[in-house]
């Protein structure tokens, strides 16, 4: 069993920057893809980045250019750093071991002026 935790979000405005975390409970990275994914209200969740054990990301056309997914193995976390946050990136946001049942709780992200 792997619990993961999310934390970092918050209000920031339009332009501005947010780093999430998302700790795991035990070591996982070298051996299991991470993701990030938001839920918007109203909307499906969706991918917003995803990292392998080899090191290959994947974003979102969304936000290519503007957030990147990176991983400490060593502290058994994830990041997403989010640079010039949009309005629409307003979500709340959820890692998750891929190809498995575990989320984190969420963390929400609202960009707003």
């Known amino acids: 069993q792997v619990q993961l935790v999310e934390s970092g979000g918050g209000s920031v405005q339009p332009g501005g920057s947010l780093r999430l975390s998302c700790a795991a409970s035990r070591s996982i990275f070298r051996t299991n893809a991470m993701g990030w994914y938001r839920q918007a209200p109203g909307k499906q969740r969706e991918v917003v980045a995803t990292?392998?054990?080899?090191?290959?990301?994947n974003y979102a056309d969304s936000v290519k250019g503007r957030f990147t997914i990176s991983r400490d193995n060593a502290k058994n976390t994830v990041y997403l750093q989010m640079n010039s946050l949009k309005p629409e990136d307003t979500a709340v946001y959820f890692c998750?071991?891929?190809?498995?049942?575990?989320w984190g709780q969420g963390t929400q992200v609202t960009v707003s002026s």
């Open positions: 990292l392998t054990t080899g090191g290959s990301t």
């Open positions: 998750h071991l891929t190809g498995s049942i575990y």
